[in-house]
Each structure stands twice: as structure tokens, then as C-alpha cells.
């Protein structure tokens, strides 16, 4: 029997049957490599090396406390907790009136605005290793007042300039789409700039602020590069700047190595899981346009 | 609004942004510009020296072999990026028991540190206590010139491997927003003429993704000639500089040797490779499509 797109659904259709294997095999795949590192976790080192592929001999959960403690991962958390806070915050506070500006306020002005745009738009080509020197140096001559080498908030400065090609792709793109109605009908009811601003276009903004925020805070969590260049004591790492070294750290512990990475990731899967549908969409979006 | 469309608030309101951009983007790139053509130890002032480190590079063995293994890393991301996110694509776009599921696992590791998801990798590829050659192992397979990180041919592969798997889902999401984008309409026709499901995606998706495709291609090539956290975490370049990347390369002439000028100078060199390479690409592909 053959079976033709009119037929009454069988059971298993060869396209169930495609979707099946390949959310198999996607699920299997990418997942794996943290099942691996989680029971690789719990083994110790002699039987590692002995048997690489043999099963943990019990599930010590101590053995976690112990390597949170040794890594000091609470000043990891609270030093990557404020860069990514206060970069975001530097971000949006920047990005959202200059964005407004390159998308509003086009009246005569319009090449200008567009100068702006493909300006800061840019930035993205620029490979990083261009900047990293030069934003050494700024960082030398920054330390008087703190924000300079060995500190982490001498990582926010370059952090929110970092985030201004993305969050000026996004928030221009957004504002264009949204009527101007509602922003002229407050400018003849005599509303200042500002008002405009705070109470009638960041309202509207509201879904795009919240995925520009998440991505802001996630890219700077994860930065590694300018850390690994501006951060010299172990007390000021960053979260991914203090996980490349934890290969030296515990020599060839591997499971230790792998305790620490797990502590590092829990909290940012929780995280992802949360905002899971705005992040997939925050890509959609921005990717049509770029 | 052309009550507030005076030159002098829209630069207010630029102003930061504005700031920002030119002390920490275009600042910098004047000043590599200037260091590609100094001799510039990182600690000590620099002196010009025209040409000489373009001259260096030319002899440079060791970024020969950065540039080799680059090559490498692209061409396999090239190889597997575009076709695998293409169909993982086509999985997210239909709603099934667990897609959403799915789509989390498929997304996870690009929302990571490279750094982490690197180090979660060490322990599958490393080629005493790593899974794969375990597994190998445990079927009798003999794994002696199977070395994956450290060894001098197979290093670029694994890190290709490994920065696909990063941002596979990444690129998924792109072809799902193309996928979005084509009508139903077209699907429906050619379903009632009896087209099978896979036809449909041969000769409906397939083409229709054309413009996506080259996006992620371009995306993909300038990410993979940029990388260097993978390498970083699993070799440092060891052996004896056999498994840099330019990446990596360019890090190591930074921070290891502490010699700035000529880290730009690679640096330039690269920019300037990757500009012309991307733009030669769209280019071109925007001819044919002309045809």
C-alpha cells in the first residue's frame, strides 16, 4: 500500500519518523558534551586515566562545595554580575537617544542620520586584536580614576562602546517600524524632548530594551579577550577569564576542572532557559537585517 | 518632529554614543594603523620602521603555519555550517512534541562562553582521558596517529568541529527567519501537485534561502578566520607554535612575545584579507544570480 497525502494519517508517517531522528540526533549532540563533563565530574583521577570511559563509582556532591570554595567562585559571580550589569545599563542609557535621534529627528538632517548609522554600524567589522592595544593605553591613562588596568570597571567603558554597532542596528530598525503618531500628537501637546523620550517612545520600545538588555548582559559575561588583557589579580577576574585558567589551575584534575565548569554554567543555563523565546527571537530579528 | 530636528539636539543626543565610538573604535583603529609600521615592544616606546614588518611576515614560518591552519578551519566550518544549520533549520520550523525542546539544546551552547564550552570539549577530544578516543579505543581501533588537540595535522579540524557545534544554532536561526519568509502559497501548490516533502525542500526552500545562505557563508568565514578562544584553551599553539591559528597567533605575538607593532601588522593584513575575500564573494555570487 502506498501512502498518498490524502490518506488517513498513519501512525508513523516517514516525515514524523525525519522529525523524530533529527531532534534526536540534535538533542544527542548538542547536549552531550555537558552530560559528559557532568559524569566526568564525579571521578576521580586514578580511574580517569585508567579507564577514561568507565562510570563515576558514586555521586559525591561534596565534592562540589569543596571546588566552590577553591575557585572563590562568589567573587567570580559578583565581579561578572557587575561588569554585565553596569555595561548594560551604560549601553542602554547611550544607545536608546542616539538611536532615537539617527531615527527621528530626520527633518533636514536625514544624510546626517545616515551618517551616524553606517558609521557606528562599522564597528562591527572591526576585528577586535585592532583595538586591543589601544584600548590598553586608554586604560593606562584612565587608572587616576579608577577605571583603568587590574579594575573591573575599567572593562565597562569599552564594553558599552562594543555594544553600540548591534544595539544601533536593533533600535533604529525598531523605531522605523513603529507610527510616529504618538510622538507628534505629545510634541502639540507641548511635551519636551524628554518627555517624548521617557514616556512615549521607550514605552513602545519596552520588548526591544528587555532583548537588547539580554544580549548586552550576556555578551558581556561571556567577553574574554579585552579581560584577558586588562585583568592582572585573580580577585578581579571575570567568569571567563578565571575558567582559562582552570586547566592550569588543577593540573590534570580533570574532574575538578570540570566541577568548576558546571558551578560556571548552572547559573547561566537557568538564565537561558528564562529568556529562551526572546533570545531565539532577539537572532531572528537581527538577522534578517544584517 | 521637526520642532526638535535642530542640529543641535540630535548631536545631544548622538553625543555619548558618539563619545564612546570614537575613543574606543575609531582611536584605536587610527593607532594600529600607526603601529602596523612601528617597532613597538608592548612596555617600551616604538620607533617606525616602514615596511619591515610586512617584510617579516613574508618569512614568518610560524604565521605561515597560522595561515595554513586558518584555511583549514574555515574550509571545514564552510563545510558543515551552511548544510547543518540549513536542516536544523528546517527541524525548528515545524512544531512538533518537544520542539521547543529542542530548540533550547540546539541554542544552548551559543549562548555560552567560548571559553566554557571549549573546556567542556577538552575532556572529548583530549587524546589520553578524552571520550573519543576512549570509544575508538574500546573497539580496537589503533588511536597512536589520532592525536585530535596537540598534534600538528588534525588540531584546526577539532577546533572547527568544536566552533561549529557553538554556533550551529546561531546559524539555524537565520535560515528559520528565511524559511518564515517564504509564502505558503508556494508549498501548497506543490504539495496538490504532488510533490513529495523533499522535493518541496529541494526545489522550494533550497532556492528560496539563496540570500540567506550567502549570509551565513560570509558570516560564518569572517568568524572562523577571526577564531581564537578555542584554540587558546585547547593548545596555546603547542606544539611549538604547529597549531595556531591567526587568531591565536596574533594573541600570542601580543601578549606572549610582547610585540605590538607587528601583532597590528598581521592584524591589518588579515582586515584587509577578510574585506576583500567577503566582498570578491558577494560580489561574484550577486553576478550569477544576475545570470
New interface residues.
Partial sequence: MTVT?LSPRPLIT???A???S??LL??V???L??I??FV?SFKDNTT??A???SLPKDWDFSLYADTFNKASMPTLFRNSFIVASLTTLGAL???F??S???A??????GA??DF?YY??LI?S???????????Y??AQGLQPIGLGIDSIFGLI??Y???S?PFN?LVFVGAMRGIP?DL??AA?LDGAS?LRILTHITLPLMAPVVATLAIFNF?GA??E??LA??LLNSSDNYT???A??F??EQYGMD?AA??RA?II??IP??IF??IF?KR??QG???T??K? | ?????T?R??LL??L???G??L???L???A??LI?AFQNKP?FRPGHFIGLANFVEMASDERLGIALRNTAVIVAVELLLIPALAF??GL?IS?S?R??N?????????Y???????T??????V?P????V???LN?VHVDTTNFILIGGTSLTPVTVAVIES?KS???YA??F??GL??IPVELYDAA?VDGAT?IQRVRFISVPMLKETNK?VIVLVFLNAV?S??TV??LTKGQPNFQSHSI?SY??SV??EQRR?GY??SI??F??VL??VLSIAFLIRTNRRVEE
Avoid: C
Avoid at chain 1, 104 to 109: D, M, N, T, Y
Avoid at chain 2, 111 to 117: C, F, R, Y
Fill in positions: 497525502i516517514p516525515r514524523k525525519a522529525i523524530f533529527g531532534a540534535v538533542a549532540f548538542m547536549f558534551p555537558f559528559w563533563a566526568l580517569l586515566y579507564n577514561p570511559l542609557i547611550i544607545n537617544p542616539s532615537f535621534a539617527i527621528r529627528l530626520h527633518h533636514r538632517h546626517m542620520g551616524f558609521l557606528f564597528g567589522a572591526v576585528p577586535l586584536f585592532i583595538t586591543l592595544f589601544p584600548i593605553t586608554i567603558p569599552p558599552i562602546a562594543g553600540i544601533t510616529i510622538e507628534e510634541i524632548l550576556l559575561w561571556n574574554w579577550t584577558s588583557i567568569i571567563p577569564l575558567a582559562s582552570f586547566k580533570a576542572v570540570m565548569v560556571v554554567l547561566q543555563m537561558y532557559a529562551q533570545i531565539v537572532i531572528a530579528t538577522g534578517l544584517g | 518632529m521637526f520642532m526638535f530636528s542640529r539636539t540630535k543626543l548622538i555619548p554614543a558618539l564612546f565610538f575613543v574606543y573604535t582611536y584605536p583603529i593607532y594600529s603601529l608592548t536542516l536544523l527541524l515545524e512538533f518537544g520542539s525542546l529542542v530548540k533550547l539544546l540546539a541554542f544552548t551552547p549562548i555560552l562562553s567560548g571559553i566554557v564550552t573546556l567542556v570539549w577538552v575532556f572529548i583530549d589520553n582521558i578524552g571520550l578516543n576512549g570509544l574500546a557545534w550551529l544554532g546561531f536561526v537565520l528559520l527567519a518564515r519568509m504539495a516533502a549570509i577571526q581564537l578562544q587558546w584553551i587568531g596574533i594573541y601580543f601578549v605590538v601583532a597590528s592584524t591589518l588579515i582586515f577578510m574585506m
